[in-house]
């Protein structure tokens, strides 16, 4: 009972916080940056690792460089997240600009369903808030709950306030059957690490085998519905812009686990260039092929 009275009260908390504009709200992030990085060195050797493991040709210099970018972007995110809880539908189409959103929008007037796939990089958080606002079709979500149920409450409020529709990732085809009658655009982040149990395929992603989820390509191949890639680059700081990618529009004529693969190679392409703005203090790498069930 005390935890959630603690829990509650740091919900309100974050409420109050997004009042604030978001430039005040950056000068808190660089502190935050601060204690992450130099008092709790919060998975700064998940961080290291992952960054050494993935780009085997740079330094150690070159890499402690990278690590240090990502930290304070990692605290910019979390206030940028933080002001979601508030933030107003101009703010939000403000801060995120799309292209290549009328090569889905003929697919909705032509009655079809489309997927979108990205990865954790830049605030997919926001992007998808907005994308929500720039569409004519609903967008439906495809997400992983988190444990505790007060702060999964706070997130499920803010991504859904202008209308996205979240769907958690055991309930993927059932959330598809509830839409079936009306052109969707469904959603998927693919690039977290999947449980011992899903770990099924590994393709190559950032020069080691990496376990993958399949989901992507097992509904595109199930619903023939064509897939885009949704590329995200930072601007500014506090500011997006998302280019649409056609992907796959023929999902049945791709080999098997090709989909996947083109996936990853997207997404791999997009962090070499830019590599501060990818969440590497996630634990990715778990597994390794010989884990396989």
Request: glycine share 4%; proline share 4%.
């Amino acid at each position: 009972m005390i935890k959630k009275g603690i829990a509650h009260v740091g919900v309100f908390f974050l409420y109050l916080l997004s009042l604030l504009p978001l430039p005040f709200l950056f000068f808190f992030a660089r502190l935050l940056y601060y204690l992450l990085y130099y008092v709790i060195g919060y998975r700064k050797k998940v961080v290291r690792q992952n960054l050494t493991q993935s780009f085997p040709e740079k330094s150690a210099a070159e890499i402690k460089v990278i690590e240090k970018k990502f930290f304070v972007y990692l605290a910019e995110l979390i206030f940028e997240i933080i002001k979601m809880t508030s933030i107003s539908k101009s703010e939000a189409l403000k801060r995120v600009k799309f292209t290549g959103l009328e090569q889905l929008e003929s697919h909705f007037k032509a009655g079809e369903s489309v997927l979108a796939c990205t990865g954790h990089y830049g605030n997919w958080e926001l992007g998808t808030l907005a994308l929500g606002l720039s569409i004519s079709a609903k967008t439906l979500v495809i997400f992983k709950p988190i444990k505790n149920k007060i702060f999964e409450t706070w997130f499920d409020c803010m991504r859904t306030k202008f209308g996205n529709v979240f769907i958690a990732m055991r309930q993927t085809l059932r959330g598809i059957a509830a839409y079936k009658n009306e052109p969707t655009l469904l959603c998927f982040a693919s690039d977290q690490s999947p449980t011992r149990e899903e770990a099924k395929y590994f393709t190559d992603f950032l020069n080691q085998p990496t376990a993958a989820l399949l989901g992507v390509e097992k509904i595109a191949k199930s619903t023939r519905r064509p897939i885009y890639y949704f590329k995200v680059s930072v601007v500014k700081k506090g500011y997006y812009h998302v280019e649409v990618i056609p992907m796959c529009l023929d999902p049945e004529s791709i080999r098997e686990f090709g989909i996947t693969d083109l996936h990853f190679k997207f997404l791999e392409n997009i962090i070499k260039d830019q590599p501060q703005y990818w969440l590497w203090s996630h634990k990715r790498w778990k597994f390794k092929p010989e884990q396989k069930e």
